[in-house]
Nanobody, 120 residues
Framework: QVQLVESGGGLVQPGGSLRLSCAASGNIISINVMGWYRQAPGKQRELVADITSGGSANYADSVKGRFTISRDNAKKTVYVQMNSLKPEDTAVYYC??????????????WGQGTQVTVSS
């Protein structure tokens, strides 16, 4: 069984910063891509950023220059540092990871989601 556990969400004022973390645990052989999606009320889930095991990162245009994704492979953890937050960044943020476990092939796993609210 594989689990992704997120932490770090909360309420922040516009222009503020938050750091989200997501740790993977369980029967894991290797982790390919790790990343973050978000879903605002009434909107579809969208990619925020993701990062390969080799450190190659990909960002949504809306967060480029403000968010930085990183990962610690030894800790099986992915982070996203979110700076210059805007009200439109308000959403539930979901961690995901593409994992090779005891089952054949790669499987996508999701965290439970953490709320980020940007408001004065």
């Amino acid at each position: 069984q594989v689990q992704l556990v997120e932490s770090g969400g909360g309420l922040v004022q516009p222009g503020g910063s938050l750091r989200l973390s997501c740790a993977a645990s369980g029967n894991i052989i290797s982790i390919n891509v790790m990343g973050w999606y978000r879903q605002a009320p009434g909107k579809q889930r969208e990619l925020v950023a993701d990062i390969t095991s080799g450190g190659s990162a990909n960002y949504a245009d809306s967060v480029k220059g403000r968010f930085t994704i990183s990962r610690d492979n030894a800790k099986k953890t992915v982070y996203v540092q979110m700076n210059s937050l805007k009200p439109e960044d308000t959403a539930v943020y979901y961690c995901y990871a593409t994992i090779r476990g005891t089952s054949p092939g790669l499987t996508n796993y999701w965290g439970q989601g953490t709320q980020v609210t940007v408001s004065s």
